[in-house]
């Protein structure tokens, strides 16, 4: 049970919570800094039940597997491959938010607005949807940060699975409001989720 307060565990466990903790704080403040605190809710915070039972899942399995089979935990160069794409997973997703600006929301928008523009340029001229890119990277690099085995092909599959469904629904409205420019643009930007055209 002393493996619960190692040094590994202190530092993958605090990582894990420092991800979290800025993530959802980040995207919060940059909604409220974007489409004005009035205009936005707890929502912005990008916190479901699924979400919190999925991490709470990772969190005892790093904790079971910890006290079972602790070496398990001990690859170093796994767990610093995780953070770095935490990291890289953030800057994607931020770059995307900024970069887009107010056409950035959290939620689909199913009516076009007079002043939303379809935008091409920045990161979005590599990547058709960084925010959903960056979080894929970021969560899976969440568990490969804890060195969680089943966590890290669960979160691969239920948010490659989440993505393969929303970006089409996504894209029939840019298809509706742009018309034959986003035709063009898709077929020359990938949309980056692996497998999703």
Not at 115 to 140: A, E, M, N, Q
Not at 145 to 154: D, F, G, R, W
Request: charged share 15%; with cysteine; glycine share 6%.
């Amino acid at each position: 049970m002393t493996e619960i307060l190692s040094y590994t565990a202190s530092r993958q466990l605090s990582q894990m919570l420092s991800a979290i903790v800025f993530f959802h704080t980040s995207e919060y403040f940059l909604a409220a800094v974007i489409h004005g605190r009035s205009n936005i809710t707890l929502k912005s915070l990008l916190v479901s039940r699924h979400y919190v039972m999925a991490m709470i899942f990772s969190v005892l399995e790093y904790i079971i597997e910890i006290i079972l089979v602790p070496e398990i935990k001990e690859h170093w160069v796994l767990s610093n491959l995780g953070l770095a794409l935490v990291v890289i997973g953030e800057i994607v997703r931020k770059m995307g938010i900024l970069t887009a600006w107010k056409a950035f929301t959290h939620l689909i928008k199913i009516y076009h607005d007079d002043d939303h523009k379809l935008v091409t340029h920045g990161i979005y001229g590599y990547i058709r949807h960084p925010g959903y890119c960056g979080f894929l990277v970021w969560s899976v690099g969440t568990q490969i940060m804890l060195c969680n085995p089943i966590s890290t092909i669960a979160f691969a599959a239920v948010v490659w699975r989440f993505f393969a469904k929303r970006i089409p629904y996504e894209e029939f409205f840019l298809r509706q409001f742009f018309g034959r420019e986003y035709e063009q643009y898709a077929r020359r930007v990938r949309s980056g989720v692996p497998f999703v055209k």
